[in-house]
């Protein structure tokens, strides 16, 4: 198992998520990638021992990708992607990890359904929890796939994860992955996790315009997939323990 670790701009999230990760014995197999920051993000990371890698592309998909690439070039049969303004827990990535590794699972989503739909203590913007709520009816209705919240916080198969060939490079990376693995039969769990307030504003869920843009993208890869579906090139293989 590997994390891989999404970054740009989160200096004010990255200390306590750290000390988190050391704290777990974790930070070592913690891929942070970074794509532009400005803030001093990648020298915080490096200051505290973990591993930065540089990817030059904009947008979630690009580094998520390019870490699960080198962690599986490492040997890691296991990825999950966590969020680095410490709204994910990593307390909980062996417990998104777990099913994957035992080979009950291919897919398992973090879901923070607390936080969506009710909860008041760490309770999500309202522009986000609508954006949640229409993406999972969305989902429901388009494709028979019934998922509590289609949160970034989750565990795959790398190999799984190379062969569902994600083409989405920003705000739809999450939602393309979870509908492909649907597609081609992959076995999806949802596990609860926390949700915690992030440190500083979302570039995403911040504003009534970045969540636009997010409904906006994920909406048309939803309707793409819809129309045009999608297929393995050969059965799912089945994972192995790492």
Known sequence: MRLVVPMLDEA???????AELTALGLLGLTIFVDDGSRDGSPGLVRAAGGEVLHE??????????????????????VVVFMEADGTDDPAEA??????????????????????????????MPVHQRL????????????????????????????????????EERAYAFPTEMAVKAHLVGARIMTRETRYRQRSGRSKIAGTWLGSLRAVRDIGWCVARLRLRG?????????GGRR
Request: charged share 25%.
């Open 94 to 123: 062996e417990r998104l990890a777990g099913p994957v590794l035992d080979g009950a699972a291919d897919l398992v989503i973090g879901s923070r359904r607390d936080a969506v739909r009710g909860a008041a203590a760490g309770r």
């Open 131 to 166: 954006g949640n709520e229409w993406l999972a009816a969305s989902l429901a209705i388009l494709f028979g796939l019934r998922l509590s919240d289609d949160g970034p916080f989750r565990a795959i198969r790398t190999d799984l994860l190379e062969r569902l060939r994600l």
């Open 12 to 18: 004010e999230a990255l200390p306590a998520l750290l």
């Open 230 to 238: 999608f297929a393995l090139e050969s059965p799912t293989p089945g």
């Open 56 to 77: 030059p592309r904009r947008g979630y998909g690009y580094p998520c990708l390019t870490g699960a690439r080198v962690a599986a070039a490492r040997g890691a049969t």
